[in-house]
Each structure stands twice: as C-alpha cells, then as structure tokens.
C-alpha cells in the first residue's frame, strides 16, 4: 500500500464510523461534547493490543486513560502525575485500575539485560523488581518467569500509585477511591484481578508489609 493511501485510510474509516454513530444515536456527539463524568482511571501499557475501552465494553466520557510502556507509575514522571491528580481532584474518579498485559514486549526487555535510553531508564524500576525475584522465578523457566514479572509489576506500580500525593490527599480527606491491579491476557481477552484492591492508608500499608520487595 503506498504510504499516502496508508494514513488516508484512517481519515476514511473515521468518516464512516461518524456515519454511523450519528444514525444509531443523533444525540452521541453532542451529549459527548458537553462533558466528561469518567468513574475510572486506567492506567496500562502502550501495547497496541491491549484496547481500554473496548475491552472494558465502555463508551468514550467514562474511562479516562493513562498509557506509557510496561504501566509504569513513576512519582519523577509529570505526565503520569498529572492524569492521576487530574483524575482524583478535578472528575473524582473512583477507581483506579492498574492494568498489565501477558506477554509484556516492556517487561521482558527489563528483565533482559540494558537497553538505549530513553527506555533503559524508563524500565529502571522494573529491572531493580526482577534483580529481586530473578533467582526464585526463573527456577519454573523463562515463560513462568515472565508471566510472574509481569504480575509482580503491577503488585509495584499500584503501591507506588497508593503513594502518590494524590492519591494520599484523597484518602486523608476521607474520599472514596480504590486502587485495582489487574492483568490481561492477550491469547484470550481475559482481564483478571490479581491483588486485593487498595482504598486507605491502612490497608497500603497491609499490602506493603505482605509485600516488601515493593
Ligand atoms: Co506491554
């Protein structure tokens, strides 16, 4: 396909698809436009595999979404903190769901060795975890090892997302918000919960005394 008809593509297909959401519902845009009341945060990786709102069967205005590669939370990274923050004080979402994904290209390359910057140092956090569990998890091979790096990543950024300011603020100021870790399975479209959810300080620290690698 030449390159121009590649990206004219997509213009088409966004064509056809305002064709059609306007005929099944005249009023979609307009209700769209008008506001945004999201209930849940996503944050999850990049992976072009892995759809928030598709797989979570929701409409555009009630997921917001946060992606970077391997759904690191990082309190030195301002765009990460700043959907949080947005997310938690300004629409008060009630949920925070932190999402990897099985076969994790971000995980693997963490648990492989160096890469080039700008990603080596993105993956610096995730390859400290691995240096942790490295010897135990690659006693079942290197698959196991993976799916398990993967899992224990998201246990990671959800106590680093508990500790968050933001997400302090709103437990202090008794708001309800819980935390959520899950995984997807891409081979079945499976989203699984892994971790008992968050929703105060109490119960961050219980979750970070059963998990001290963390
Ligand atoms: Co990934």
Redesign the pocket.
Known sequence: MPQNNEIEVLLENNRRWVTEVTREDPDFFARTASQQAPKYLWIG???SRVIPNQITGLPPGQLLVHRN??NVVMETDPNCMSVIDFAVRILEVRHIIVCG?YG????HTAMSGTTMDPLNEWLDGIRTLWGHHEEDLLEDGTQAAQDRMTELNVGKQMLSLCRTPSVEDAWLNRKSLRVHGWIYGLKDGVLQNLYPDIGSISERTRAESESPSF
């Open positions: 990786c990049s992976d590669i391997a994904h994790c290209a971000g995980v």
